[in-house]
C-alpha cells in the first residue's frame, strides 16, 4: 500500500532529475536548473515535514489510560480549602 511519503519519497529525485533535464532542454544552463530543481525538491520535502508532518498514534491501551486519568479529576472544580 503506497501511502503520502511514498509519493514524496518518489517525487525528490523526479524533481531533481526530470525538471534539471527539462530546464536544460527548455534552454536553462545546468547551473540555472539545477538550484531550480533544488529548490522544488526542498519544498517537497518541507511539506512533507512541516505542512503535512508525520505523527505518531496512540495506541489503543494508551488511549484508554488517557481517557480514564481525565475522567476522574476535573481541574475545573474548585478544592475545598479547610
Known sequence: ?????DY???????ALLGLT??????GFGLTQAVPIAAG???CIVGHALFINGPVSTPTG?????????NAH???ATPV???
Do not use: K, Q, R, W
Not at 500500500?1 to 511519503?5: L, R
Open 21 to 26: 533535464g527539462t530546464l536544460t532542454v527548455a
Open 8 to 14: 514524496v519519497l518518489g517525487l525528490i529525485p523526479m
Open 80 to 82: 475545598d480549602a479547610d
Open 1 to 5: 500500500m503506497t501511502g503520502y511519503y
Open 73 to 75: 479529576s476535573n481541574p
Open 61 to 69: 491501551s494508551s488511549l484508554e489510560a488517557d481517557t480514564s486519568a
Open 40 to 42: 522544488t525538491a526542498a
